[in-house]
């Protein structure tokens, strides 16, 4: 089973104005096998908690601990990360000229495992992740992102959780910018992988509509850097019904 805990995590970024806290005091625990839900509204922190937990050099840990089954993840390196089973979905996901799909897929495969997997079984199951996602066989020969969707981007992002198999994996609003046939398709594949390695998962989000199909067993309300208030996933419908309004003005 892994755990990842976020400790007492506060973390600032240099501004034009000078440094800026923005997560100020975060303590959440997930486990192998639990969904967990980060909703709240823009700029209160979700992303930044997304990107620390990643590794992303912007975001300076001033106090707390992030460890992942007691190994203290603030010293790792951001490939460490990821070959300790750390999975970030971006939000938007960035182009890679010159490097293809195929070749992006068996490359981080290989980083993670330490070796190559056999190219016989590496193209099937390959092949059956993009079926299953509805995506056309000649995307692997394109370079990563490139021309592409936000759909099409955000497939291919959960293309990478089948494939890679991590052991917790951060979805930072996979959500957005999709319509409604590919919002089923993309958290099918998620519930697909989910069920499949059993991983850890956090999912940030606005919106109640993903947690239709992802069901959460936690929901953290994120106002201002702080979990606000958490609970199960009958606090989502609250928020969609509410707003988050009484925690921004409170």
């Known amino acids: 089973m892994a755990i990842l805990q976020i400790k007492n995590l506060h973390v600032s970024v240099e501004t ?105 079984t590496w193209i099937k199951d390959m ?39 991590p052991r917790i994996a951060i979805l930072d609003e996979t959500d957005s910018g999709l319509d409604v046939d590919a919002l089923k398709i993309v958290s099918e594949g998620v519930n697909r992988a989910k069920a499949a390695n059993d991983f850890g998962l956090l999912l940030i989000t606005h919106y109640t509509r993903i947690l239709n199909y992802i069901k959460p067993d936690f929901v953290h309300v994120f106002v201002a850097g702080k979990v606000a208030e958490q609970g199960g996933p009958e606090l989502a419908e609250r928020l969609e019904a509410e707003g988050y309004d009484r925690y921004v003005n409170a």
């Open 127 to 165: 092949r059956a992740g993009m079926d299953a996602l509805r995506m056309d066989s000649s995307f692997t020969e394109r370079n990563v992102n490139e021309g592409f969707s936000g759909g099409e981007k955000k497939r291919h992002e959960i293309l990478q959780l089948e494939l890679l198999k």
């Open 16 to 120: 034009e104005q000078g440094k800026k806290e923005i997560l100020r005091g975060v303590d959440l625990t997930i486990k192998s096998g639990e969904t967990h839900a980060i909703m709240g509204p823009n700029g209160s922190g979700k992303s930044t908690l997304a990107y620390t937990v990643a590794g992303h050099p912007k975001y300076e840990v001033t106090e707390g601990e992030i460890l992942l089954d007691g190994e203290n993840v603030l010293e790792m390196s951001v490939d460490e990360r990821a070959r300790a089973g750390l999975f970030l979905a971006m939000q938007y996901p960035v182009e890679i000229p010159g490097v293809s799909v195929s070749n992006f897929l068996r490359t981080a495969k290989t980083a993670i495992d330490g070796e190559a997997p056999a190219l016989r």
